[in-house]
């Protein structure tokens, strides 16, 4: 069994040390890839990226025959737009919508025309 094992020994132990000499290992022509370009995004205005929501008018307009002339204004049934204001998250409201149409009895006065 001595025998053997010694055996085994010489014949592999020439082999083993001829390997490491046969494995070739990758070249050393290594190069860097080449600098990634730097992009700039223009720069882009405030004002482009809030822009602001068209005015609506707050001045009711009433129903001609639903509504009567006084004689410091005109009182009855009109129409409006009930303002949107953007407050709390853009998630959480519609800030781009400006207002909401709104129907009522309303009473003017005091106000050329």
């Known amino acids: 069994m001595l025998k053997r094992s010694i055996v085994a020994l010489f014949v592999t132990a020439p082999l083993m040390t001829m390997l490491p000499l046969s494995v070739a290992a990758q070249s050393m022509d290594l ?5 990634a370009r730097e992009r700039l995004a223009p720069a882009v205005p405030d004002r482009d990226l809030k822009p602001h929501r068209p005015a609506l008018p707050d001045r009711p307009n009433f129903i001609a025959p639903l509504s009567k002339d006084t004689e410091s204004g005109r009182a009855g049934i ?4 009930a303002p949107n204001p953007p407050v709390g998250s853009s998630v959480g409201g519609d800030h781009a919508n400006p207002g909401w149409p709104g129907v009522g009895f309303a009473i003017e006065w005091g106000r050329p025309d």
């Open 31 to 35: 190069k860097a890839p080449p600098p």
């Open 78 to 81: 009109a129409g409006w737009s």
